[in-house]
């Protein structure tokens, strides 16, 4: 609930520490006292706009603090928790505001955006009265006001979830389609591209095998004059091998005489003709090399180019051909097997679409029953507040599949006929001020369980009433403030009698005008509520009405 709220310099306020309580208070005085301006200084700290005119003239800079008893399990617990705000059971929200219109907002003393401080004002405080009747007004709300009636919220959260599955569903098979068409459109490309790539038959390094093996040929000359050399090197005098065995003869002979003393060289001489075999076996293989077809060169060549150009024609090298020809028959594969899949997504998205047509079709069928039930229990609530002729409708229209939604089938529109025999209509163009707030008073209290905010502020909800009909609005606004905090700005002496507790708004005007708000009790609060019935002279008989309707209410 709201515990305190503190203004500054906010327009008729100089210094304002108002300190509130639970059940139902009333907020009394004149009109123009500034009771509205209580509320919009009020807003501020909510979360409302804000603007440079708010501020009091002579200051520079306005503020309001509202102080609230946080409950426990409270949405707003989440909210701090998730912004890595400090909690616990009190919440202080702050706000100031300059006379070039700029704000600042503070939540437990950090420093918050506008957005946020607006998000936790929406769960703290819930208004309704001359400006803020826009919610009833609004279409857009009669749905989740019903689901909130019928405790749907949980069906509506698994729909939600479910038209999510489906629609993700539904957007990859889009994109299958799409990609499907666009390689459908491509395919002749493809099977070229495939076509001639199998014939080309690239071999994974092959381009670097035949860019060395030209290399080579086009040195054949240099290279077999280098062979050559080296063969009649070793030919000479009888060759190196002849010499190299005489010399291992010519040892042996005296092998058994020398001891171990010859064995290494021995040794030595063997591997050397061994070495030697084997260098004059690859000198003969080069050669047998330089002795290839002038034809052979011309291959090579023909096919080093022909790698080449299929390189420059797909902008890669070379040696990456065998992959492009694995992943164009990839793609051919894929369009072939695109049918497969794409009848595979498409019976997917029909089966979530039936499972979500079919807790659709359930949750529209609650609606239709809870809307009776509301539009029951509405009506039970407008005969004590003189609209017995009226009828409320709750209308559950299904829906054309193109307006669908996360929400289900429906749209929902609450429907007035304010006179017997009247034809319904929306209740924003059949019902007048007067009826709306009455409209609007039977809804709360029909609604009362449903909502998460701990205060609630009806402004001049009373207004047009008067009599048993105002005692009957008193009567459902102390009930309402069974569960709830309920903050009423009222001219009617029946409400105010009804209330818990009772603060007199009066402006004091001197070289400035300055709204003074406090508390009344016994005499006091009489003298208001006399006031309030007789106007600006206070008789005896207004003091008499009031202790009557001070004693008649049951509190």
Avoid: Y
Wanted: net charge negative.
């Amino acid at each position: 609930m709201l515990r305190s709220l503190a203004i500054r310099d906010i327009v008729v306020f100089d210094q304002l520490d108002l300190t509130l309580a639970n059940g139902l208070c009333a907020l009394t005085g004149e009109t123009g006292a500034g009771k509205s301006i209580l509320l919009d200084s009020l807003g501020l700290a909510l979360g409302a706009r804000a603007e440079g005119r708010l501020v009091r003239t002579g200051a520079e800079r306005g503020g309001v603090t509202a102080t609230f008893d946080l409950p426990p399990r409270h949405p707003v617990r989440d909210l701090l928790v998730e912004n890595e705000l400090p909690g616990s059971d009190e919440i202080i929200l702050r706000r100031s505001v300059a006379l070039d219109g700029r704000s600042r907002a503070w939540i437990n003393d950090q420093p918050v955006s506008i957005g946020l401080l607006s998000s936790v004002g929406a769960h703290l405080v819930e208004i309704h009265g001359q400006a803020a009747e826009v919610g009833l007004l609004d279409a857009a709300s009669h749905r989740p006001i019903l689901d909130a009636f019928a405790s749907l919220e949980r069906d509506v959260a698994a729909l939600h979830k479910q038209w999510d599955a489906w629609q993700e569903t539904a957007r990859k098979l889009d994109g299958a389609r799409a990609a499907l068409a666009q390689a459908r459109a491509d395919e002749e490309l493809l099977r070229h591209t495939v076509d001639e790539l199998s014939d080309l038959a690239p071999e994974e390094g092959e381009a670097d095998q035949l860019s060395e093996r030209r290399g080579f040929m086009m040195q054949v000359e240099k290279i077999a004059d280098a062979v050559n050399d080296a063969t009649a090197a070793l030919e000479k005098d009888g060759g190196v091998a002849t010499k190299l065995r005489t010399a291992e003869r010519a040892l042996d002979r005296v092998r058994e005489q020398a001891g171990d003393r010859l064995g290494p060289a021995m040794d030595a001489l063997a591997r050397a003709g061994v070495e030697l075999d084997e260098a004059i076996n690859a000198i003969m293989g080069v050669s047998a090399d330089l002795d290839a077809d002038p034809d052979d060169v011309d291959a090579v060549e023909e096919r080093l180019f022909a790698l080449r150009a299929a390189g420059r024609k797909h902008q890669i090298d070379p040696d990456r051909l065998p992959d492009l020809l694995q992943q164009k028959l990839a793609e051919l594969r894929s369009i072939e097997k695109g049918d497969q899949d794409l009848a595979a997504l498409e019976a997917e998205a029909e089966a979530l679409s039936g499972i979500w047509r079919t807790a659709a079709e359930t949750l529209s069928a609650k609606r239709q029953a809870a809307a009776t039930l509301l539009n029951e229990a509405v009506e039970a609530e407008l005969q004590p507040l003189r609209m017995g002729g009226a009828r409320f409708i709750t209308d559950v229209v299904p829906q054309p599949p193109a307006n669908w939604g996360p929400e289900g089938l429906d749209r929902v529109a609450f429907m007035v006929a304010t006179n017997p025999g009247a034809r319904p209509g929306p209740i924003a163009k059949i019902a007048s001020g007067g009826e709306l707030s009455r409209f609007m008073l039977a809804l709360k209290v029909v609604l009362a369980a449903t909502g998460d905010a701990p205060t609630m502020i009806f402004d001049e909800v009373d207004r047009g009433v008067g009599g048993a009909t105002a005692d009957a609005v008193g009567e459902r606004l102390a009930r309402l403030a069974e569960t709830f905090q309920v903050l009423v700005v009222t001219h009617s002496p029946q409400v105010a009698a009804r209330a818990d507790r009772q603060w007199l708004i009066a402006k004091q005007v001197g070289e400035t005008a300055i709204t003074r708000v406090d508390p009344l009790d016994g005499d006091a609060r009489r003298e208001e509520i006399a006031r309030m019935l007789s106007g600006a002279e206070v008789t005896a008989e207004a003091r008499a009405a009031a202790d009557r309707l001070l004693e008649e209410p049951t509190r």
